[in-house]
């Protein structure tokens, strides 16, 4: 039987790579920016999640999908203060003084967060009772709250508290016998306040009702009802009712309340001797784990607002009194609630490139050609065959995986799994670290162990972030490799809701050089050489800047210089202070960055060569794609799965790779990109002020969104009666690939 191997690499290139490739120095060519140069990084942030808001605003989206762009606002606030402002919050409290990027200290920076935050918070319950409520009626959806009730309607949720929501409710009290509860991170609870009607004379009383995950947020009223749907918040149904629960006692005020706790997770790895068991063992602290923000019902009691304020520890800039409901991420189930596909944007099937079928001949169509695909307007399918015809295909020998975030059962384990269990030798490196997915990828990662895959869990100091799979295939002159990489994840639902690039090819200097990369994260090795992917923490940082220098030399010379780049975050100061360089050379740089952007355009005399836009819409902007014109005489075109961040460069593993195949380098320069750049619908530019404001356009220019025009040419080339799945059963096999679920809510990174 073959050994089973899990363990955490003791050694490895995360030190040595901080030693040997400090971040370089700006280019003293240039002018050195000023501090004012940069945007800060939370408040760049938080103009995303603005962004954001506003496609719940625009009237020109299907009503549902404004819901839930409305509920990913919710989602995406959540993550920010559970990582980035319990950060800036630990800084203070430890006294830590230094300032960011554009020179704002982490007490200044708490104190611009929390304006903007609360202007954000704001306008979107703003939008919700003032908008998309009323919207929601004008179609026959009914939100109401517990006093507009109508009698029948009263006593069905009366039936439904005592049948379904008493039974499960532990009410908590708080007193001097009874310490106040310990509360889960964005759990809902409901605080009531109580009086006995014997002792009129003594101060009210305090309870807590935490109400369990497992009941809907979200409640049909009288489901069986013809007619307008009526629908009522969970936790008004408990305000409601909550009396029942104090027999004897006078309820004179209910008030629903959500605490949210720092989330990041903290594991010293030098002594980690099982990172597993570590992770999981943090996974349970994180619920104990300190309070970072209070959103509570308004009209609450000031002494009980008081002690609930007092017993997290939290000053009352970090307290937000709303109007209800609390987190209007839980309206994302109504999109999938409700069979209105009126409201909803129409359906689209991506397109499957008909020489990657059958799937049996995909090894022979890869090694005939590179394939690049772009999804979701290009099938994911192709990317779950590459590796179950690896499982399958009795000539494969190894099959080497790297898994970041997968879905719930997930086809690529499963096909590792059948790997494994065919006698094929399969390794997984599965990256236990990635923010939010800890719990499941612990469960892939047992899974995998379980039937037999060699599986490796991280790299001391690294995240594996970057996305690959390689398989190794003995065909009749020797042993051939076959590689696939990325810009997204192994994830058959993100990628339909995201928009990513897939790379096939078995070009021998590429796919040797992955093999190396594997080699060296399963292994021993302090300074892999990798002379066409760029790969962090070894070459990515140093040649981005010598690629962007490079650029700024023949503009200074009189030469072609251009620099296109797309990716979701800038940050790197040093990558920044290049392209201000360059941009002072002369070079016309031109950048798509979907959220984070540190970098100010449009500086007389320093950026006043680069534009940056923002493309926010139906699909989650997360491919990395990189063009420089002039290099050595022609252009390099890379795509990957990196940022321009210094985790990127320094705290993961990152791969990107060229496309060297003339028609893939066609379609990226004279397809992809420049439909991005004709964008004037979904885009923003961003100011010099930070503003991001609509693209401008042309008198008598039609308007025009990228995401609809990639839809609209997948469906020009499909040829007729063809549904782009590429076989003779088109609809089992699209069954086979896509979970029966709704598209995922994008969240705000990945």
Known sequence: MRKRTSRLKKTGPAAASAAENPPLPAPESARQPARGAYFNRELSWLAFNRRVLEQAQNPNHPLLERVKFLAIVSSNLDEFFEIRVAGLIQQVDGGVTEPSLDGLGPREQLRRVHSVVASLVEDQHRCWHRQLMPALAAKDIHFKTADQLSPSELNWVRTYFREQVYPVLTPLAVDQTHPFPQLGNKTLNVVVALDNPDTPDVEGFMAVLPVPRILPRLVRIEPSQHGPQQYIFLSEIIKLCASELFPGYRLHGAHAFRVTRNSDLYIDEEEAENLLKKIEEELRNLRRNAAVRLEIEEGVDDRIFTALCDHLGLSHEYVFRLPGPLNLMRLMSLHDLLDRPDLKFPPFVPAHPPALMPPEHIFAAIREQDFLLHHPYESFAPVIDFVEQAARDPQVFAVKQTLYRT????????????????????????????????????????????????????????????????????????????????????????????????????????????????????????????????????????????????????????????????????????????????????????????????????????????????????????????????????????????????????????????????????????????????????????????????????????????????????????????????????????????????????????
């Not at 810009?487 to 050089?513: K, M, Q, V």
């Open 407 to 750: 879905s719930g059962d997930s086809p690529i384990v499963r096909a590792l799994i059948e790997a494994s269990n065919n006698g094929k030798q399969v390794t997984a490196l599965v990256e236990l670290r990635a923010r939010f997915d800890e719990a499941n990828n612990i469960q892939w990662a047992r899974q995998l162990e379980e039937a037999g895959v060699h599986v490796v869990y991280g790299m001391v100091g690294l995240k594996i972030h970057c996305k690959c799979s390689l398989v190794v295939r003995r065909e009749a002159r020797g042993l051939q490799h076959y590689a696939h990489l990325g810009t997204g994840n192994y994830n058959a639902r993100t990628a339909r809701a995201y928009t990513d690039l897939s790379f096939f090819t078995a070009r021998e200097h590429i796919t040797r050089e992955v093999a190396s990369l594997f080699n060296s994260l399963t292994g021993f090795s302090r300074s892999p050489v990798f002379h066409h992917l760029l790969v962090a923490p070894y070459n990515l940082h140093p040649r981005i800047q010598e690629l962007i220098g490079r650029e700024a030399d023949h503009a200074r010379a009189g030469r072609p210089a251009r620099i296109l780049a797309k990716m979701n975050n800038l940050v790197d100061k040093t990558t920044i202070d290049h392209l201000y360089a360059a941009s002072q050379a002369g070079v016309r740089i031109d950048l798509i960055v979907r959220g984070t952007c540190c970098l100010v355009p449009g500086i007389r005399g320093l950026s006043e060569n680069i534009r940056v836009r923002s493309i926010v819409g139906r699909y989650l902007e997360h491919a990395r794609m990189f063009y420089f014109e002039n290099h050595g005489g022609e252009p390099l075109v890379l795509a990957g799965s990196a940022d321009w961040m210094p985790r990127n460069f320094f705290r993961r593993v990152e791969v990107l790779f060229p496309l060297e195949a003339p028609e893939l380098r066609h379609r990226l320069l004279d397809e992809i990109l420049p439909t991005e750049f004709r964008d004037n619908e979904s885009a923003r530019e961003l100011h010099a002020s930070g503003a991001y404001l609509p693209v401008a356009r042309r008198d008598g220019e039609p308007p025009f969104s990228a995401q609809t025009g990639f839809m609209a040419a997948t469906l020009r080339e499909r040829p007729a009666g063809h549904d782009g799945t590429g076989n003779g059963n088109p609809v089992e096999r699209v069954a086979r690939h896509q979970p029966p679920v709704s598209e995922p809510s994008p969240p705000a990174g990945g």
